[in-house]
């Protein structure tokens, strides 16, 4: 079984059209969607709703920046100081082009930084080639399964 | 006075040996009078002066032991018993009555000092001015005149030049000289009256040493001495001591007083047989003397002595107030011209300029002749000054060692400043006070070195004359070694002048403070600014964009929902939709795009500019429909020293914009060139595109400022903006030349030596 591409988003409209993108973009994998950025601590810590959730990480996270409770930089900067976490690739997915959040992404440890483009077209195009990139033709670390695309 | 014997013979005897002489005691008199000194109760003659049988008719020990009193009674000198037994004594002698024997007429002139009477007869003059009966009655009119004329009088030196005149009027003399002292008790002469054929000593500067300490000393206590004729023999006392305190008596207040024979010699080399000196007191101290000259010998009778005394008071009475005076206005006229120069940098755009465009009232604010003005790393001076390498130098010593002074002053910088040698000529007196501790600033005043600023009435090529040569002491050889003494020094700073300064420190540290203030006001606004247009850019970026994303997204979900069941209507509709919320989108990117422009940092490097147009050329070709027929035609392009991002952005759009507008052309044709200068690259890139009014050519690079509805040719109205700044940035100016249907240029320059410009400054 596909290991499940995590999507941390907080806007509905976003969710939804990034569901369109991923399926579009024909990403077989099962989808998790978090809505903040306690959620998806909880959910790769296997606490609160998730305590009982099925173990194992997920093939990639897609991380928004803008996130109530805790933000996504500061989910980044918590999966990446976790020994059994931080070899997931993490997509920070985002509306800012801004410097600063770019930089502090990269110094925490992204593994890619996509501002999400207007044109939908561009956005399934970027979700496409992320998708592909690291949930299948990365060599993906080890306890993951690999992908093969389904024909 | 002991000469010591191995004191060079030629040296000038060295008069502060004179510092040790008992003036006070000589043990003598002159012998143009007569002296006895008295018990002050009992009036009992304790000590005469070895000619006192002149008047007595017997011999001076039969005299000792007796009462004056009965002396003068066997003498029929009743009138004078009566006022000895009388008077109220003090220091000050007072005239008691004439006295004559052998047909000799003399004056009796008492005081009391230190327990004892002193009585001097003095043999009335003859054969001068007031020979015969000189009363107050003669002398009224003189000393009324005086008085008179002093009340006109302006100045210091007026008042000292008619003092001179009045003095020796009264007393016949040949010569007066007033003399006053400086601060370190060298004296210069101010005035001088004189009679024909006597030289003239007016300007000449004499060494402190001429008149030791305890001559002042004296001079202070009794204001009147006389030296009736330099040839006199001096006529002890007998006894040589008191027989009661077996000490010498002290005759500071004797008129009679022996001198030092120093002072003798120096009067013989000068060629003077009497002299007589009256002291001026300011406040209590020895301001200066008016000296009396004469070639013969001259005694001056007690009542002439005592007009002069007065109006030697006189004149200090209206010295303290023509110099208080004196001082006031000069203060006031010092404050004038600081509110002047404050005016002037009150005018000018950098106001430290106010100062060094008014060399005049910089230079009179403290009597200086040459200034410097150390601002801001430069160094700018006026007058005379030394080399700048050695204000530097001077500034940096002052900054190393003199930190915590705010003004700092000295008459002779050579002895305080090692190396200051350098500046013995032209800069001796230094007056100098700190603005700032940045950069070392300070507003630097030089005065020369004294001697060449002294005035010399006589020929001061002409050699010490002939009679000087050989003589130990002489107002020249004193001249030449009060040279010596001033050899590195300038004339001192007065108090106003220091004060006048300060003030002006004061004004221009308030000024720098206020400008040090405004600017940390100006750049705390700048940066709080900053932060909020970030954050506002921040949020604009994520909460703006968003909408228009979802809006392009959801049009493009419902076309594909729709599937074929969308005709041809609904598909150009939400074609519509998508468009229009997608330039939204691209308006909301370009915006944030010119805010990071202003914001950014500048990070220069070099950069080819060739290669970098070639490339975005050939990225912008290949969005080009492959039909479209375009000629580039690139001329050489410097490597310039620039932002790599802002400038690939400033190509960026001039390249695309001469695409863009050139479209609807058969045949595209775009230039690029440079001329340069020694200073400035000017760019250039022209199309034969649509191109636009002349009229309208400054409105291309506003914001939003478009020139072409969107139909015709779409665009933000961002990008022509950002060029402008983004060139800006770099010190370089934008334009454009255009007509409509013609074809556009548009220039831009960069510096040729790359300048950080006031934008990076709040960064």
């Known amino acids: ?151 | 006075m002991n000469k010591s014997p191995s004191h060079p013979p030629e040296a000038v005897p060295d008069l502060a040996t004179c510092d040790r002489e008992p003036i006070r005691i000589p043990g003598s008199i002159q012998p143009h009078g007569i002296l006895l000194s008295l018990d002050g109760d009992s009036l009992r003659i304790l000590q005469a002066s070895g000619n006192a049988e002149q008047l007595f008719r017997i011999p001076v020990e039969n005299l000792l032991g007796r009462r004056l009193p009965e002396v003068l009674r066997e003498m029929n000198a009743g009138e004078l018993v009566d006022a000895i037994e009388c008077a109220a004594l003090d220091t000050n002698p007072v005239y008691l009555a004439s006295v004559s024997m052998a047909g000799r007429a003399y004056r009796a002139v008492a005081h009391l000092h230190a327990g004892r009477v002193i009585v001097e007869f003095e043999e009335a003059a003859t054969g001068q001015l007031f020979d015969g009966n000189v009363s107050f009655h003669n002398l009224y009119p003189l000393v009324r005149t005086f008085l008179d004329r002093l009340q006109g009088l302006e100045t210091v030196e007026e008042l000292a030049q008619m003092a001179a005149e009045e003095v020796r009027a009264i007393t016949g003399f040949e010569r007066s000289l007033v003399y006053k002292f400086d601060p370190s008790w060298n004296g210069q002469v101010i005035a001088e009256s004189r009679g024909p054929g006597i030289e003239s000593y007016l300007d000449l500067w004499f060494p402190a040493s001429d008149i030791p300490a305890q001559a002042r000393e004296l001079y202070q206590l009794n204001r009147l001495r006389l030296i009736a004729d330099t040839d006199y023999k001096p006529v002890p006392l007998v006894p040589a001591l008191d027989p009661e305190t077996k000490a010498p008596l002290d005759l500071s207040y004797a008129t009679l007083r022996s001198v030092s024979p120093v002072h003798i010699e120096y009067l013989h080399n000068m060629g003077l047989r009497a002299s007589m000196s009256i002291s001026i007191l300011r406040d209590g101290k020895l301001w200066g003397l008016i000296s009396l000259h004469s070639r013969t010998p001259k005694t001056v009778p007690f009542e002439v002595r005592v007009a002069c005394d007065f109006l030697g008071q006189a004149f200090s009475t209206h010295l303290a107030a023509k110099e208080g005076q004196a001082e006031y206005e000069h203060r006031l006229h010092l404050r004038s011209i600081t509110a002047k120069l404050l005016g002037y940098m009150a005018e000018e755009e950098r106001f430290i300029d106010g100062l060094i465009n008014h060399p005049d009232e910089l230079l009179a604010l403290t009597a200086a002749s040459g200034a410097a003005v150390l601002f801001e790393g430069n160094c700018r001076q006026v007058g005379i000054t030394p080399p700048e390498p050695a204000i530097r130098a001077l500034v940096n010593w002052l900054s190393d060692n003199r930190q915590a002074a705010e003004v700092f002053r000295t008459e002779s910088l050579p002895v305080e400043m090692p190396g200051g040698e350098w500046f013995r000529e032209d800069a001796s007196g230094v007056l100098a006070v700190s603005i700032s501790k940045l950069y070392n600033s300070y507003v630097v005043w030089f005065r020369p070195e004294v001697i060449r600023t002294v005035k010399w009435s006589g020929d001061p090529q002409k050699p010490v004359e002939a009679t000087a040569k050989g003589m130990r002491i002489h107002p020249r050889k004193s001249f030449e070694a009060w040279k010596e003494t001033v050899r590195g020094k300038s004339l001192p700073w007065r108090p106003s002048e220091v004060e006048a300064a300060s003030e002006l420190r004061n004004a221009l540290v308030g000024v720098v403070l206020r400008k040090a203030e405004e600017l940390a006001a100006l750049s705390a606004e700048l940066q709080r600014s900053n932060k909020e247009l970030e954050a506002f850019s921040y949020s604009v970026s994520h909460d703006l964009r968003a909408p228009f994303r979802h809006i392009v997204g959801y049009a493009q979900l419902l076309e594909d929902h729709l599937g074929d069941k969308a005709d041809e209507t609904a598909v150009r509709f939400l074609n519509t939709i998508a468009d229009a919320a997608h330039s939204a989108g691209m308006l909301v990117d370009s915006l944030l795009n010119f805010s990071r422009v202003g914001r950014a940092a500048l990070h220069l490097m070099d950069v080819p500019r060739a290669a970098m147009v070639d490339e975005i050329r050939q990225e912008l070709a290949e969005q080009e429909p492959a039909t479209r027929d375009i000629v580039w035609q690139i001329g050489r392009l410097p490597t310039v020293q620039c932002d790599p991002v802002l400038m690939r952005m400033v190509w960026l759009n001039l390249l695309s914009n001469a695409l863009k507008y050139s479209r609807k052309k058969a045949a595209t044709r775009i230039e690029v060139s440079c001329e340069s200068t020694e200073d400035w690259h000017t760019f250039a890139v022209s199309d034969n595109g649509a191109g636009f009014k002349q009229k309208y050519a400054g409105k291309l690079f506003g914001v939003f400022q478009r020139l072409h509805n969107q139909e015709e040719f779409e665009g933000t109205g961002i990008g022509l903006a950002n060029v402008r700044r983004a060139v800006g940035k770099h010190g370089g100016r934008t334009w454009a030349e255009g007509a409509l249907d013609a074809g556009a240029v548009f220039y831009f320059t960069l510096p040729v030596r790359a300048v950080a410009t006031r934008h990076d400054l709040t960064k």
Do not use: C, H
Not at chain 1, 82 to 99: A, D, F, G, N, Y
């Open chain 1, 1 to 151: 079984m596909l290991k499940p591409i995590l999507l941390v988003e907080d806007s509905g409209q976003d969710v939804e059209l990034t569901l369109a993108a991923l399926t579009k973009a024909r990403l077989a994998n099962e989808v998790i969607v978090l809505r903040d950025g306690e959620e998806a601590m909880d959910y790769l810590s296997s606490q609160g709703r998730y305590a009982t959730r099925a173990r194992g990480n997920p093939a990639l996270i897609l991380l928004d920046i803008k996130l109530p409770k805790v933000d996504g930089l500061e989910v980044l900067a918590f999966i990446k100081s976790q020994q059994r976490l931080k070899s997931i690739p993490v997509v920070m997915l985002t509306s800012s082009r801004e410097e600063p959040d770019l930089t502090a992404s990269y110094q925490s440890g992204a593994n890619a930084y996509v501002v999400k483009p207007v044109r939908f077209q561009d956005f399934v195009k970027a979700v496409q080639d992320l998708g592909g990139f690291w949930a299948m033709l990365n060599e993906p670390p080890p306890g993951s399964v690999r992908f093969r695309r389904p024909e």
